[in-house]
């Protein structure tokens, strides 16, 4: 991070971790990102490492990393870097530094104000999905002379296909061929990654509580045994 705050030799330092292909773009993008870094301590808010091995070869390892500076009257900064290590040897693949308006913790935060109706209806859903699968397993449960009771159990934990939205963008995506335990979910790829919701349809949850009376089979009582009298 000095190395971006200023220090005399960083710029030396910075072009001998990039691969070659961005060095020439280091220099006049260098006094930009310095003007957007603050001086202060930094802190590890985010980061990803994939390790691959080859055949014959020796591993590799990429690593993605997150930092947030503060600094002085609330100047804050978010530094976002790529470094691959291939035989012993760390590149700088990527580096981007952008001013931050809030705490790193704050970007990706979950919240109700100024969404689309698109968004509150697939929350909405997203609520309603496993509320149906649970009110239809309590009934399954109460219900008396169900054939294959068991089978309808099972497929009713489930919601089939999938609708999520980005819930910071509001991009909607939609995957058909999807089976999705309890019918919800709401899940982020790390810190910094924007809340997804979404919802599966609980298909078999709505046809057993639509079709419960019909599927009920009370058996049949015989006739032998039965004694009366006639005039």
Known sequence: MSD????PDGEADLTNLLIPQLRD???????????????????????????????????SRQSYLAYEVDGAKNAR?????????????????????????????????FTLAGKSPVQYLILALAVLSPLTILWSEIVLFRTKWIRLKWLWAVACLF???????????????????????????????????PWRVGFALPVA?????????????????SDEGLTGATS
Not at 4 to 7: E, T
Not at 85 to 95: C, D, I, K, M, Y
Not at 209 to 219: D, V
Request: glycine share 8%.
């Open 25 to 59: 773009k280091l220099a006049p993008e260098l006094p930009k990102m310095r003007s957007a870094m603050p001086v202060g301590p930094s802190r590890l808010v985010d980061a990803s490492v994939r390790n691959f091995y080859i055949f014959n070869g020796s591993p």
């Open 159 to 193: 919601g089939y296909g999938q609708l999520s939205v980005d819930w910071s963008s509001g991009e909607v995506g939609f995957t058909p061929l999807y089976i999705t335990l309890f019918g919800a979910f709401a899940f982020k790829a790390g810190m910094l990654a």
């Open 4 to 7: 971006l705050q200023g220090r």
């Open 77 to 109: 900064a978010l530094v976002r870097i790529w470094i691959s290590r291939e035989n012993g040897v760390a590149r700088l693949q990527s580096l981007y530094v952008n001013r931050l308006s809030v705490p790193a913790e704050q970007l990706g935060a």
């Open 205 to 221: 949850s709505i046809a057993f509580l639509a079709s419960r009376r019909r599927l009920q089979k009370p058996p049949i009582q």
